[in-house]
């Protein structure tokens, strides 16, 4: 019996929960959903898990694009669970994850919120907190992992129908807000945000980087790079910048490469 874990990290936090499953439950594949192409299972599984984050009170467009394409027909798993990272409110993400598996045949048997450190930099400053928010959520993630373990049933709650209009539009706007990025002279073209980027939304044109319009708002490129010199308006320059501590950028880097199954 196998497991799998897909995932979508753009600045670590759902790359770490996914990995921390992994090592203790053994045997388990950690594979990108937003570089996972034609993504087909088969034969017997024990468990297949979803870690992502909650963008706009829902599922981010590419989780989406991914559960809808992923081929589970020729497929046979014990326990699927879902475990969305938020930073104050996680909406309909897990609601939607049902759906979307429900149309495949498919039970969504566990699913769990994990609070994590809230990190859109574009519309707030960050918490000072970093290694006391961290530690409350590796503290949570040791109990959602125990249940899983486990092999515990979570009813997913209903979906807030009043937040799926809300959803969609921002999900819709999210694709084209790179516009607003701007690069200032302390850029060294060194590339980082390019290869952090999850979904290959950054062209290096005469080594500036250059947004290419179908972004997900994870900011990884802000936050990762090392001279703060991307930006979202006149909005961030002061603001602080995070990644999670347990993954550098070299680790996601490697991690987010396209995966052929």
């Known amino acids: 019996m196998k497991h799998v874990i897909f995932y979508f990290s753009g600045t670590g936090n759902c790359l770490h929960v996914a990995r921390t499953i992994a090592k203790k439950m053994g045997g388990t594949q950690i594979l990108p ?152 002279d302390a850029c060294i073209s060194c590339n980082l945000c390019q290869r952090v980027c999850p979904v290959n939304n950054i062209e290096m044109v005469k080594g500036k980087p250059t947004f290419l319009n179908h972004c997900e708002q994870c900011v990884a490129c802000l936050h990762y790079c090392p001279k703060k010199a991307i930006n979202y308006k006149e909005k961030t320059q002061t603001r602080r910048r995070y990644h999670h501590p347990a993954v550098s950028a070299k680790q996601l880097i490697q991690s987010n490469k396209t995966v052929k199954y």
């Open 33 to 184: 959903m937003a570089s996972f192409l034609e993504p087909k299972l088969e034969g017997e599984y024990e468990s297949i898990g979803f870690v992502y984050p909650t963008y706009f009170q829902g599922l981010p467009g590419v989780v989406e694009d991914f559960v809808r394409r992923l081929d589970v027909s020729d497929c046979n798993c014990a326990y699927y669970y879902g475990i969305t990272t938020y930073g104050e409110l996680q909406g309909n993400a897990l609601p939607q994850l049902a759906t979307l598996l429900r149309e495949k045949g498919a039970m969504l048997h566990y699913s769990s919120g994990l609070k994590m450190f809230s990190n859109y930099v574009v519309m707030y400053n960050l918490s000072k907190e970093v290694s006391s928010k961290t530690e409350q959520a590796n503290l949570a993630l040791q109990n959602i992992l125990s249940e899983i373990l486990q092999r515990k049933l979570k009813k997913t709650r209903r979906r807030i129908p009043f937040l799926n209009s809300y959803h969609g539009w921002q999900i819709k706007r999210s694709k084209s807000l790179d516009r607003h990025y701007q690069v200032n």
